[in-house]
């Protein structure tokens, strides 16, 4: 009979015991063949290979009277008796008594007989089985029936996680061998891991590790990022910073549900006697691009010669209730979001571009602000309203220029509205204004394959509309502090500016400029009044943008209720919890705006290394190093480099692109001298 050893004195084993060992993890059997030392044995395998074991080693002793060629037989024999099956019948029959067996028990219970082989084949069944009995000292305790069902389902959920991860690595093999894929939900978790690997390469991710490992692949966070460009699960030029953000680029299924209520009925008007303003032309001017239209501009002749402007806003607030599915997805937002690739409105895009615009040839509802300046530019008097208009014109800015250079003597109200915003730049001037004019482009992408940088104008219709708006926000602003209306106020403090003595010795323009604007300090919101010092004005709130702007939907919120009589829909506290909140959003989505266009230009450059750029030195990053801010003046981008010769400030340069990688922003040029230029060029 064979049957378990503790082996614990060598001399008790006898020349041709056969014995079962593990060797690095596998089971091997043996027959002892000689003692070694006080308690070690030397034993021979069924390869001949001999072997020196300590008493512990050994794991099942089968019997005497074996020689190494008998192993092999012997192991053809036990495997007859290997059915799996049959473990299940014997712990039905024994889990009711709960009592402990032998590998010798169990061969009599299964075989009806106790013979070196069958019991062998006991001790198998029994040491390899993980659902029926568990060890206990050197016999085998059979489970609970409630313990064997959470096994069952704990392997099946097992069985089934390996099945999904094989057939996803099948899909995966099939993807990238171009066959087409349908993806399965199972597949999420695998995906998401591996996007989580490229987007948060600072933390662990063990699963995108395992599918990398498995397909013979780096376990790093490119090859994460590369394998998702070849399954076309992501672009190569994937907006990873916002997939990094928290801006949601798609609307929950609710939301988009209610917008559709919204623009199959809009619902009953909270301000029924709007003041009908139809009568006037009005003027948008935006890009041609632009697709939200949230602002318009009229000019009306009083009696007394003088003229009223009126800034005429969009009024998203007919359209949603404080507190709605669409304000709450609107303040989740904070902001539309504007990329090179497009744009991601605030709202959802049909009602954005929709009934909330103000749509030209259409009756639009408004919060119209009426106002009149003195000679020298400042408020004498304002009017705000609810409000009824039609927009005559959809203007570019272009046209506009086109118009104010042309003189257009059928559109007086355009050049009405020019000599306004010039008079009100003045006024804010002498207020202590701070005018810094730098550069702007403007980013475009289509498809990922074209991409056009526009440098903006500083023109006369972009300072038209610019003044009207900041015009709206002052009087919005007054309207609120002589009510006591808490506001989304906006203020910035005071800047400490360098001497008049040390800008003067700066080139004008851009470097002086730059200088200015590394003294400004952040803008800063409350809900009280502050003075504004880059804009010369006491008081100042943002309402002219309420489709793209969460914070300018309070504002409207506020004004439109007191405006009815009715009790304002938010105290200071509620504002300033609601306020806090949507700044951090619109900061983070200010950075992806910020991070993305970067990410283009230097793909921009990164397609033009032949192109010859002039570039003006605009300041010093750190000097000892030679290591400098410069503008590219077509282009308007403000890039680092590091100089290889003394220049100064406001040097104009000629450079090439050396090396450019958006994904690593990373950027390097090289300076080119007179004759490189020339060859270059050439």
């Given at each position: 009979?064979?049957?378990?050893?503790?082996?614990?004195?060598?001399?008790r084993?006898?020349?041709?015991?056969?014995?079962?060992?593990?060797?690095?993890?596998?089971?091997?059997l043996?027959?002892?063949?000689?003692p070694e030392?006080?308690?070690?044995?030397?034993?021979?395998?069924?390869?001949?290979?001999?072997?020196?074991?300590?008493?512990?080693?050994?794991?099942?002793?089968?019997?005497g009277?074996?020689t190494?060629?008998?192993?092999?037989?012997?192991r053809?024999?036990?495997?007859?008796?290997?059915d799996?099956?049959?473990?299940?019948?014997?712990?039905?029959?024994?889990?009711e008594?709960?009592?402990?067996?032998?590998?010798?028990?169990?061969?009599?219970?299964?075989?009806?007989?106790?013979?070196?082989?069958?019991?062998?084949?006991?001790?198998?069944?029994?040491s390899?089985?993980k659902?029926?009995?568990?060890k206990k000292?050197?016999?085998?305790?059979?489970?609970?029936a409630?313990?064997?069902?959470?096994?069952k389902?704990?392997?099946?959920?097992?069985?089934?996680?390996?099945?999904e991860?094989?057939?996803?690595?099948?899909?995966?093999?099939?993807?990238?061998a171009?066959?087409?894929?349908?993806w399965?939900?199972?597949?999420?978790?695998?995906?998401?891991?591996?996007?989580?690997?490229?987007?948060?390469?600072?933390?662990?991710?063990?699963?995108?590790q395992?599918?990398?490992a498995a397909?013979?692949?780096?376990?790093?966070?490119?090859?994460?990022f590369?394998?998702?460009?070849?399954?076309?699960r992501?672009?190569?030029?994937?907006?990873?910073?916002l997939r990094?953000?928290?801006?949601?680029?798609q609307?929950?299924?609710k939301?988009?549900?209610v917008?559709?209520?919204?623009?199959?009925?809009?619902?009953?008007d909270?301000?029924?006697?709007?003041?009908?303003?139809?009568?006037?032309?009005?003027?948008?001017?935006?890009?041609?691009?632009?697709?939200?239209?949230?602002?318009?501009l009229?000019?009306?002749?009083?009696?007394?010669?003088?003229l009223?402007?009126w800034?005429?806003?969009?009024?998203?607030s007919?359209l949603?209730?404080?507190?709605?599915?669409?304000?709450?997805?609107?303040?989740r937002?904070?902001?539309?979001?504007?990329?090179?690739?497009?744009m991601i409105?605030?709202f959802?895009?049909?009602?954005?571009?929709?009934?909330?615009?103000?749509?030209?040839?259409?009756?639009c509802a408004?919060?119209?602000?009426?106002?009149?300046?003195?000679?020298?530019?400042?408020?004498?008097?304002?009017t705000i309203?609810?409000?009824?208009?039609?927009?005559?014109?959809?203007l570019?800015?272009?046209?506009?220029?086109?118009?104010?250079?042309?003189g257009v003597q059928?559109?007086?109200?355009?050049?009405q509205?020019?000599?306004?915003?010039?008079?009100?730049?003045?006024?804010?001037?002498?207020?202590?204004?701070?005018?810094?004019?730098m550069?702007?482009?403007?980013?475009?992408v289509?498809?990922?394959?074209?991409i056009?940088?526009?440098?903006l104008?500083?023109?006369?219709?972009?300072?038209?509309?610019?003044?009207?708006?900041?015009?709206?926000?002052?009087?919005?602003g007054?309207?609120?502090?002589?009510?006591?209306?808490?506001?989304?106020?906006?203020?910035?403090p005071?800047?400490?500016?360098?001497p008049?003595?040390?800008?003067?010795?700066?080139?004008a323009?851009?470097?002086?400029?730059?200088?200015?604007r590394r003294?400004?300090?952040r803008?800063?919101?409350?809900?009280?009044?502050?003075?504004?010092a880059?804009?010369?004005?006491?008081?100042?709130?943002?309402?002219?943008?309420?489709i793209?702007?969460?914070t300018?939907?309070?504002?409207?919120?506020q004004?439109?209720?007191?405006?009815?009589?009715?009790?304002?829909?938010?105290?200071?506290?509620?504002?300033?919890?609601i306020?806090?909140?949507?700044?951090?959003?619109?900061?983070?989505?200010?950075?992806?705006e910020?991070?993305?266009?970067?990410?283009w230009?230097?793909?921009?450059?990164?397609?033009n290394?032949?192109?010859?750029?002039?570039?003006?030195?605009?300041?010093?990053?750190?000097?000892?190093?030679?290591?400098?801010?410069?503008?590219?003046?077509?282009?308007?981008l403000?890039?680092?480099?590091?100089?290889?010769?003394a220049?100064?400030?406001?040097?104009?340069l000629?450079?090439?692109?050396?090396?450019?990688?958006?994904?690593?922003?990373l950027?390097?040029?090289?300076?080119?001298?007179n004759?490189?230029?020339?060859?270059?060029?050439m």
């Amino acid at each position: 009979m064979g049957g378990d050893s503790d082996w614990s004195e060598a001399k008790r084993v006898d020349k041709g015991t056969l014995i079962e060992f593990r060797l690095q993890g596998e089971r091997r059997l043996a027959v002892a063949d000689r003692p070694e030392g006080k308690k070690n044995w030397i034993v021979i395998d069924e390869r001949g290979q001999s072997h020196s074991l300590k008493p512990q080693r050994v794991e099942y002793e089968v019997g005497g009277g074996y020689t190494p060629s008998e192993i092999a037989p012997f192991r053809a024999e036990v495997e007859n008796y290997l059915d799996p099956d049959s473990l299940e019948v014997a712990w039905e029959l024994l889990v009711e008594e709960a009592s402990p067996v032998s590998s010798a028990d169990l061969a009599q219970l299964l075989f009806d007989e106790q013979n070196p082989i069958v019991c062998y084949a006991a001790h198998l069944l029994l040491s390899d089985d993980k659902i029926y009995f568990k060890k206990k000292a050197d016999l085998y305790e059979p489970r609970s029936a409630a313990q064997v069902a959470e096994i069952k389902h704990q392997q099946t959920v097992e069985e089934q996680r390996f099945r999904e991860r094989e057939e996803f690595l099948q899909r995966v093999q099939d993807a990238l061998a171009g066959k087409e894929v349908i993806w399965q939900d199972s597949d999420r978790p695998r995906l998401e891991a591996l996007e989580k690997c490229t987007l948060q390469p600072e933390n662990s991710h063990r699963l995108a590790q395992e599918i990398l490992a498995a397909l013979n692949l780096p376990q790093n966070p490119d090859a994460a990022f590369q394998l998702l460009v070849d399954l076309k699960r992501w672009s190569i030029h994937e907006n990873l910073f916002l997939r990094r953000s928290s801006y949601p680029v798609q609307f929950p299924q609710k939301v988009l549900d209610v917008s559709q209520q919204r623009l199959e009925s809009i619902s009953c008007d909270p301000d029924p006697n709007r003041l009908d303003l139809t009568r006037f032309k009005v003027y948008t001017i935006d890009d041609e691009s632009t697709e939200e239209i949230d602002d318009g501009l009229s000019v009306e002749p009083l009696e007394d010669g003088r003229l009223r402007l009126w800034v005429h806003i969009a009024d998203p607030s007919r359209l949603v209730s404080l507190g709605d599915e669409l304000d709450l997805e609107a303040r989740r937002r904070s902001t539309s979001l504007y990329l090179p690739t497009g744009m991601i409105p605030m709202f959802p895009k049909e009602l954005a571009t929709g009934p909330m615009s103000l749509i030209q040839g259409q009756v639009c509802a408004a919060l119209s602000f009426g106002v009149v300046l003195d000679e020298m530019g400042k408020v004498e008097d304002y009017t705000i309203h609810a409000s009824w208009i039609k927009p005559t014109y959809r203007l570019t800015y272009d046209d506009v220029d086109e118009m104010l250079e042309l003189g257009v003597q059928a559109e007086p109200e355009i050049a009405q509205l020019a000599e306004a915003a010039a008079l009100r730049s003045s006024w804010r001037k002498s207020q202590g204004s701070i005018d810094i004019r730098m550069p702007e482009s403007s980013i475009k992408v289509k498809n990922e394959e074209e991409i056009a940088i526009t440098l903006l104008d500083d023109s006369r219709s972009r300072q038209l509309v610019a003044e009207m708006m900041i015009l709206a926000g002052e009087v919005a602003g007054r309207y609120a502090q002589q009510h006591g209306i808490p506001m989304p106020f906006r203020g910035q403090p005071q800047p400490e500016l360098p001497p008049e003595e040390e800008l003067l010795s700066l080139p004008a323009g851009p470097v002086r400029f730059c200088a200015m604007r590394r003294c400004m300090p952040r803008s800063e919101m409350g809900i009280t009044p502050a003075r504004h010092a880059g804009l010369g004005l006491d008081l100042y709130t943002q309402v002219t943008s309420p489709i793209r702007r969460y914070t300018d939907l309070l504002a409207h919120f506020q004004i439109k209720a007191h405006l009815r009589g009715e009790s304002l829909p938010l105290t200071g506290g509620e504002l300033q919890e609601i306020m806090f909140s949507v700044t951090a959003a619109s900061q983070e989505a200010t950075l992806v705006e910020r991070q993305t266009n970067r990410y283009w230009g230097l793909e921009y450059l990164r397609r033009n290394p032949q192109e010859i750029w002039q570039v003006l030195v605009l300041r010093w990053l750190r000097e000892d190093e030679n290591l400098g801010l410069i503008l590219l003046e077509d282009l308007g981008l403000e890039l680092p480099h590091r100089f290889n010769r003394a220049v100064r400030l406001g040097d104009r340069l000629e450079v090439q692109v050396s090396t450019a990688d958006p994904r690593q922003d990373l950027i390097r040029f090289r300076e080119l001298a007179n004759s490189q230029a020339e060859a270059a060029a050439m």
